[in-house]
T-cell receptor, first 112, second 114 residues
């Protein structure tokens, strides 16, 4: 059965810390790995990773995919209280199957 | 450019009832996906609609059904509600079937089944 596992499930840090969130996957017909940030309700898109070893970067956030070891990490440097959220990763499938396989998320709390 | 909107924001129903949730897609988007997110869980894919046709379905029973209208807005209908249907229901719109990186989520409808 396809699955995506995130760790840790929750994390509490202080402002300015750097955090690394992990996402491992076992997805048949894997196409890409997506990261989302969910604050109150709607998840907002962060990154889509399809190629191994190529880092995607957006400001203080960066992510990389390892297709051999079947995992991805999301790094956040110099964390701010506004980074507090649930970070979700999901695997997408090739072909005509449109569903995404989601992890449970990592709940990040950044304290001032 | 208007974003994805959903209605209602919150809803309380009792077991056995039926519910209809609505989603207006972002301007220019022709694909709508529906997800169920239980508390503390990741979203679960229910189904996707592309140009008024169902285009992919997750592991949900037939009492979960949907529609997409010519203006690409969409409805999710759930019949014979069960307690486990209590969740946040998210819809996401995108410009075509494969644009996962451009899938914009609405604020969600929080459904509580008593």
């Amino acid at each position: 059965e396809d699955k995506v596992v995130q760790s840790p499930l929750s994390l509490v840090v202080h402002e300015g810390d750097t955090v690394t969130l992990n996402c491992s996957y076992e997805v048949t017909n894997f196409r890409s790995l997506l990261w989302y940030k969910q604050e109150k309700k709607a998840p907002t898109f962060l990154f889509m990773l399809t190629s191994s070893g190529i880092e995607k970067k957006s400001g203080r956030l960066s992510s990389i995919l390892d297709k051999k070891e079947l995992f991805s990490i999301l790094n956040i440097t110099a964390t701010q209280t506004g980074d507090s959220a649930v970070y979700l990763c999901a695997g997408s499938l090739t072909g005509n199957n449109r569903k995404l396989i989601w992890g449970l998320g990592t709940s990040l709390a950044v304290n001032p | 450019e208007t974003g994805v909107t959903q209605s209602p924001t919150h809803l309380i129903k009792t077991r056995g009832q039926q519910v209809t949730l609505r989603c207006s897609s972002q301007s220019g988007h022709n694909t709508v996906s529906w997800y169920q997110q239980a508390l503390g869980q990741g979203p679960q894919f229910i189904f996707q609609y592309y140009r008024e046709e169902e285009n992919g379905r997750g592991n949900f029973p037939p009492r979960f059904s949907g529609l997409q209208f010519p203006n690409y807005s969409s409805e999710l209908n759930v019949n014979a509600l069960e307690l486990d249907d209590s969740a946040l229901y998210l819809c996401a719109s995108s410009q075509d079937r494969v644009s996962y990186n451009e899938q914009f989520f609405g604020p969600g409808t929080r459904l509580t089944v008593l």
